[in-house]
T-cell receptor, first 115, second 110 residues
Framework: DGGITQSPKYLFRKEGQNVTLSCEQN?????MYWYRQDPGQGLRLIYY???????QKGDIAEGYSVSREKKESFPLTVTSAQKNPTAFYLC??????????????FGPGTRLTVL | SQQGEEDPQALSIQEGENATMNCSYK?????LQWYRQNSGRGLVHLIL?????REKHSGRLRVTLDTSKKSSSLLITASRAADTASYFC??????????FGAGTRLFVKA
């Protein structure tokens, strides 16, 4: 099956810890994205990547880091510097990022809770 | 504030009725997309309308775009309980960025 997967589905973090959220796609898409969703709000872009070994900050990158070592994978690390990390995190991919007409395909999301 | 803002924030209707959701935006766009999100899940793309199009259909979905008013509407006809979800508009202004609104929560009562 082609698609985009995220793991884990639920993640709990203690204050001061770094945690890494996984995102994998087998759609052969060049572009990948990370969004944060808070209750009752839309999606806010954290980071995006157009190609392997390249990524760009989105609107709310502070306290987050990413890597893109493989085309299929775009993990997101939520660092201790992110002061309010409790949220629903969504990963997406699209064929290219040069134009916003490309449909984005979303993973099922990871719900992160800080204890 | 968000580029796209949906109205109403929440909508409750009976099965079989039509549901209309509206989206307003502030700046010029290249395209507008509608996505659906079931509770606690990822988003699913429904339909894309380009700035030079006025109306588009896909099954029970009808989308209109009025660039002079900077607004779009999504109509779901003959709604079903399975249509219960949140619906988001997303605007593309050129380049990489797609900006999502806060969504309309639709509840269809059986």
């Amino acid at each position: 099956d082609g698609g985009i997967t995220q793991s884990p589905k639920y993640l709990f973090r203690k204050e001061g810890q770094n945690v890494t959220l996984s995102c994998e796609q087998n759609l052969n898409h060049d572009a990948m994205y990370w969004y944060r969703q808070d209750p009752g709000q839309g999606l806010r872009l954290i980071y995006y990547s157009q190609i392997v070994n390249d990524f760009q900050k989105g609107d709310i990158a502070e306290g987050y880091s990413v890597s893109r070592e493989k085309k299929e994978s775009f993990p997101l690390t939520v660092t201790s510097a992110q002061k309010n990390p409790t949220a629903f995190y969504l990963c997406a991919s699209s064929t290219q990022v040069r134009t916003s007409t490309d449909t984005q395909y979303f993973g099922p999301g990871t719900r992160l809770t800080v204890l | 504030s968000q580029q796209g803002e949906e109205d109403p924030q929440a909508l409750s209707i009976q099965e079989g009725e039509n549901a209309t959701m509206n989206c307003s935006y502030k700046t010029s766009i290249n395209n507008l997309q509608w996505y659906r999100q079931n509770s606690g899940r990822g988003l699913v793309h429904l339909i894309l309308i380009r700035s030079n199009e006025r109306e588009k259909h896909s099954g029970r979905l009808r989308v209109t775009l009025d660039t002079s008013k900077k607004s779009s509407s999504l109509l779901i006809t003959a709604s079903r309980a399975a249509d219960t979800a949140s619906y988001f508009c997303a605007t593309g202004t050129g380049g990489f960025k797609t900006i999502f609104g806060a969504g309309t929560r639709l509840f269809v009562k059986a």
